[in-house]
C-alpha cells in the first residue's frame, strides 16, 4: 500500500472513530464515573413516571424529569464511592431492603426498573450510614450530562438549567458540555 493511500486510510478510520463517538455520547443521557445512563433508559423512566404519576401523557414537568436524572447520578456516584471505600453494598443489606421494601404497601405493583433503583437507593442509605469515607466525592468524580438536559452542577448534585426534552438536539457533541462536568 503507498504512503497516501495508508495515510488516507487512516484519516478515513479517526473520521469514522470519532462520529462513532459523538453518536454514542448522543445516545446517552449522562455518564458517571464511566457509568453510561443510557438515553432509552431515561426515556423510559419518565415515561414510567408519568404513568405512575396519571398524567395520561408521555410527558412529565421537566422539574421532575431533571429529579430522575440526578437521582441516577447520584446512585452510581454512592455506590462507586463504596466501593473505593471499600464498603460495597453487601448481600445481606440487598436481601434487608428487599424484604423491607416487599412488606411496604405498592412495591411490588411498581414497575420492575423503578423497583430496582428504589432497592439500590435504599441499600445506599444503609450502607453509607456511618461511613464518613463514603460521603465524600471520590477524587476525579466525573458526571458528564447531555446537554440537551442541562448542565449537572456539583456543587448541587443536581442537574440545573436547560430544557428537558427526550429527543436531544443531536448537534451537540461532548465539547459542547458544561466546563464542570466531562464526557
Known amino acids: 500500500m503507498k504512503p497516501r493511500s495508508l495515510a488516507l486510510a487512516s484519516v478515513g478510520l479517526l473520521a469514522a472513530f470519532s462520529l462513532s463517538s459523538c453518536t454514542s455520547v448522543q445516545q446517552d443521557a449522562a455518564r458517571v464515573n464511566g457509568h453510561r445512563i443510557p438515553l432509552s433508559d431515561f426515556e423510559g423512566d419518565v415515561k414510567m413516571v408519568s404513568t405512575l404519576n396519571s398524567l395520561g401523557t408521555n410527558t412529565v414537568p421537566t422539574a421532575n424529569a431533571r429529579q430522575i436524572l ?23 443489606v440487598r436481601q434487608e431492603v428487599l424484604s423491607s421494601e416487599q412488606a411496604s404497601q405498592g412495591f411490588t405493583g411498581l414497575p420492575k426498573r423503578i423497583q430496582d433503583l428504589q432497592l439500590r437507593l435504599d441499600a445506599i442509605k444503609v450502607a453509607i450510614q456511618g461511613n464518613a469515607a463514603a460521603q465524600k466525592p471520590l477524587p476525579g468524580e466525573t458526571v458528564w450530562v ?14 440545573a438549567l436547560g430544557t428537558v426534552s427526550t429527543t ?8 459542547t458540555a458544561p466546563a464542570t462536568s466531562q464526557p
Do not use: K, M
Not at 447531555?146 to 442537574?159: S, W
Open 146 to 159: 447531555n446537554p440537551a438536559f442541562g448542565q449537572y452542577e456539583a456543587a448541587t448534585g443536581v442537574v
Open 168 to 175: 436531544p438536539d443531536t448537534s451537540a457533541t461532548a465539547d
Open 70 to 92: 440526578s437521582l441516577e447520578i447520584l446512585i452510581y456516584q454512592y455506590e462507586d464511592r463504596l466501593d473505593a471505600a471499600g464498603t460495597p453494598i453487601s448481600d445481606t
